[in-house]
């Protein structure tokens, strides 16, 4: 018997009085209890606000992105016994890397990101300052910070680890606490896992608990800075988000709930082009990968009406050799549901979509699964069904969670979108064309019921995804029916923990919040040439101002001629005046850039290492033989990259004679010290 804990306010806590029990999905047999009534809620959403929030928000982005790193790489060690757990909740060796490594690997991307994309301190920044007055006195922009509550993240039994992992990842890279309440059908998976994450010692203490079993009033005691993040059914989404403290407080909700997502051959796909073999096998793939249990799996199978018959036959010859089964005997290809329940609920479902569609393949009658073991758990056989599109209702609006699809003819692509759309609202659409003007359209039809559509054909088959997997680095959610949530999504789903705000004031102040140059800030008054200050000693703002060059008519005909940039404008005196934008032959803008390096460079062997980029960069007025350049260098923006060196991004102004800037960027530079 697995004694499920839950690890609050810093202890392990047995289950106890109103505990759930477990089933094992292959046997049926009860194999663990979860829940204990004793939980104090209030302590421990006290102990995720005042012991875990501080320390991790006093971490800074790159300390938590490490963190989150040093989690992955110690769960890759441990993924052997989170698998052999994982046969009890029903699932095939692939099913459960699914959920294991799909949850691994969306660690390790969060920590990279949080490497990459975001500030080693200091705020995030959500797009660039923006001006209200002529003289640039005043002006604003938005940050974002982490909340400074607790994030109450409540998961669907399919993904016990994945569920966890995708929703923790962003969270602590923002520096909120999670409290993760897994279903408890399969809680003993993410338990096990919460337990290694424990072990690897890098999480502070309070900045991860886990409730098995029932929240008890936490909902309840919910305030203004916690979140809730949803994955489940409908009804109990609902009910969920009706409460009152939750209405109260504006609690954050994101839900992702039931989906009817849909995957569309496309009109070109003929049953010969690789593009319709490419099809079954999505859409046989997503029907039996965790025995239909996934959220993104394709429910509704929309074919053009002449291939209807054609996809049929090829999807059940495909579906005809699946042996569903116990995942541990030899050629078994698709387990058992999570449990009995989930089986019953499946079937009904299943019974409503019948009463108005044809059942074409598969079905319980003459079902039997492999294994001796097999006898009670909570098998259900592949249901294929083909339907009428229009007339059909039940099957727009019923979810049967596990491997039961229907076929549907479409006449045209804005038909096919309009069955779609049936589904108010969508995890995921697939298209499987080789044809841009059908993606196109497609995809104009499609998004706006839909958090994700996603393009397949034979150009990007071999390195594609899957319908069915959210990427970490893409929007995961959907409108309407799905919940109206988005997971995911980079560095986006970073900000669903974080409180936007707008900031307004001078140049200065608003430098000074941000840690970042802001144009009309005063200079920092610094000695000597910036190139000779070693990463350390940089300090944002310390600016240098070159001595000024004059660009002659001889120096833009020698760049034209070394460089082989002949074109017209440079060289051509009546052909350049023709042009509207050019009073006559001017100086190419990358003779402006070489000549601004001239004049702003320190030549000495010095801190400054390489130069390793450019950006924003925008040409404003021309320079014309007989202007005169120069040069304002302006430490931008600074930040570490490893313990030796660090990336300076300077704002680079070339002014003429007149002071007028004539161009502008940043400068990227890797910096020692
Ligand atoms: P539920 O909505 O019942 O449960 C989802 C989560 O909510 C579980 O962790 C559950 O815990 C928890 N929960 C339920 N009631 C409460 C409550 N009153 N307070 C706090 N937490 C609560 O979904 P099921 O797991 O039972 O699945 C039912 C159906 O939902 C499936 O058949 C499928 O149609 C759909 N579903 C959709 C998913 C998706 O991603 N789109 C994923 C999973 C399911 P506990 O398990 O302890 O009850």
């Given amino acids: 018997m697995i004694e499920v804990g839950s690890y609050v306010g810093g202890v392990w806590m047995a289950p106890g009085e109103g505990a759930r029990d477990i089933h094992d999905a292959i046997t049926g047999a009860r194999i663990g209890r979860a829940g204990n009534a004793a939980l104090d809620a209030g302590a421990m959403l006290e102990h995720g606000r005042r012991v875990g929030g501080p320390v991790l928000r006093a971490m800074g982005f790159k300390a938590r992105a490490k963190m989150l790193k040093a989690l992955a790489l110690h769960l890759s060690g441990q993924k052997e016994a989170l698998y052999e757990l994982s046969y009890t909740t029903g699932g095939t060796a692939v099913d459960h890397m699914i959920d294991v490594d799909g949850g691994i690997g969306t660690l390790f991307v969060y920590a990279s990101k949080g490497v990459k994309e975001l500030p080693e301190d200091g705020p995030l920044l959500d797009g660039d300052v923006e001006f209200f007055g002529k003289a640039g006195s005043f002006g604003g922009r938005h940050i974002c910070v982490?909340?400074?509550?607790?994030?109450?993240?409540?998961?669907?039994?399919?993904?016990?680890?994945?569920?966890?992992?995708?929703?923790?990842?962003?969270?602590?890279?923002?520096?909120?606490?999670?409290?993760?309440?897994?279903?408890?059908?399969?809680?003993?998976?993410?338990?096990?896992?919460?337990?290694?994450?424990?072990?690897?010692?890098?999480?502070?203490?309070?900045?991860?608990?886990?409730?098995?079993?029932?929240?008890?009033?936490?909902?309840?005691?919910?305030?203004?800075?916690?979140?809730?993040?949803?994955?489940?059914?409908?009804?109990?989404?609902?009910?969920?988000?009706?409460?009152?403290?939750?209405?109260r407080n504006s609690v954050r909700f994101t839900a992702e709930q039931d989906s009817l997502n849909a995957s569309i051959l496309g009109p070109d796909a003929g049953p010969d082009s690789p593009e319709f073999d490419l099809f079954v096998k999505e859409v046989h793939r997503e029907m039996t990968a965790k025995a239909g249990q996934k959220c993104t799996a394709i429910r509704r199978i929309l074919v053009p009406e002449a291939q209807v018959d054609a996809v049929i036959e090829a999807v059940s010859a495909r579906l005809a050799k699946t042996t569903v089964g116990d995942p541990r005997e030899e050629g078994v290809r698709m387990g058992a549901l999570v449990s009995a329940a989930q089986a019953a609920d499946v079937l009904e479902k299943a019974a409503i979509i019948g009463s108005e569609a044809e059942l074409v393949f598969g079905?319980?009658?003459?079902?039997?699964?492999?294994?001796?073991?097999?006898?009670?758990?909570?098998?259900?056989?592949?249901?294929?069904?083909?339907?009428?599109?229009?007339?059909?209702?039940?099957?727009?609006?019923?979810?049967?969670?596990?491997?039961?699809?229907?076929?549907?003819?479409?006449?045209?692509?804005?038909?096919?979108?309009?069955?779609?759309?049936?589904?108010?609202?969508?995890?995921?659409?697939?298209?499987?064309?080789?044809?841009?003007?059908?993606?196109?359209?497609a995809v104009m039809g499609l998004a706006p019921w839909h958090g994700r559509v996603y393009l397949n054909d034979r150009v990007s088959m071999k390195e594609s995804t899957g319908h069915g997997a959210p990427?970490?680095?893409?929007?995961?959610?959907?409108?309407?029916?799905?919940?109206?949530?988005?997971?995911?999504?980079?560095?986006?789903?970073?900000?669903?923990?974080?409180?936007?705000?707008?900031?307004?004031?001078?140049?200065?102040?608003?430098?000074?919040?941000?840690?970042?140059?802001?144009?009309?800030?005063?200079?920092?008054?610094?000695?000597?040439?910036?190139?000779?200050?070693?990463?350390?000693?940089?300090?944002?703002?310390?600016?240098?101002?070159?001595?000024?060059?004059?660009?002659?008519?001889?120096?833009?005909?020698?760049?034209?001629?070394?460089?082989?940039?002949?074109?017209?404008?440079?060289?051509?005196?009546?052909?350049?005046?023709?042009?509207?934008?050019?009073?006559g032959r001017v100086a190419h803008g990358y003779l402006l850039l070489s000549f601004a390096a001239g004049l702003f460079v320190d030549?000495?062997?010095?801190?400054?290492?390489?130069?390793?980029?450019?950006?924003?960069?925008?040409?404003?007025?021309?320079?014309?033989?007989?202007?005169?350049?120069?040069?304002r260098l302006t430490v931008a923006s600074k930040k570490r990259r490893t313990a030796e060196h660090g990336e300076v991004r300077w704002a680079v102004e070339i002014t003429n004679q007149e002071g007028a800037t004539v161009a502008e960027y940043e400068l990227l530079t890797m910096v020692a010290g």
């Fill in 146 to 247: 982490p909340l400074q509550g607790v994030a109450v993240h409540i998961n669907a039994f399919n993904f016990p680890v994945w569920g966890m992992l995708e929703k923790i990842a962003p969270c602590l890279l923002a520096g909120v606490p999670a409290i993760v309440k897994p279903a408890t059908a399969t809680a003993h998976v993410t338990e096990a896992c919460v337990r290694m994450m424990l072990e690897a010692g890098v999480l502070p203490e309070g900045a991860l608990q886990l409730v098995t079993g029932g929240l008890g009033d936490t909902l309840e005691r919910l305030g203004p800075q916690d979140v809730v993040t949803f994955t489940g059914s409908a009804e109990t989404a609902l009910k969920l988000r009706g409460t009152p403290a939750l209405l």
């Fill in 363 to 441: 079905g319980m009658d003459g079902f039997a699964p492999l294994g001796e073991r097999a006898t009670g758990g909570a098998f259900v056989a592949p249901h294929l069904f083909r339907a009428d599109p229009d007339s059909a209702q039940r099957v727009h609006d019923t979810e049967a969670f596990g491997p039961v699809s229907t076929v549907m003819g479409y006449r045209d692509m804005a038909h096919a979108c309009e069955i779609a759309a049936r589904g108010q609202g969508s995890l995921v659409a697939s298209v499987i064309t080789h044809d841009p003007a059908v993606a196109r359209e």
């Fill in 471 to 583: 990427m970490p680095h893409m929007v995961h959610g959907g409108p309407g029916r799905a919940g109206g949530g988005e997971e995911l999504g980079g560095i986006r789903a970073v900000t669903h923990y974080m409180q936007r705000t707008a900031v307004q004031g001078s140049p200065e102040m608003l430098r000074a919040v941000s840690g970042v140059q802001v144009k009309g800030a005063p200079e920092v008054v610094s000695e000597g040439h910036p190139f000779r200050r070693k990463f350390g000693e940089l300090e944002v703002g310390q600016v240098l101002q070159t001595a000024s060059r004059e660009i002659t008519l001889e120096d833009i005909e020698h760049f034209a001629e070394f460089t082989g940039d002949t074109f017209y404008a440079h060289m051509n005196e009546e052909a350049a005046a023709r042009n509207p934008f050019f009073p």
């Fill in 603 to 631: 030549p000495e062997e010095g801190p400054v290492l390489a130069n390793t980029g450019l950006e924003g960069l925008a040409f404003m007025q021309p320079v014309v033989p007989g202007d005169s350049i120069s040069v």
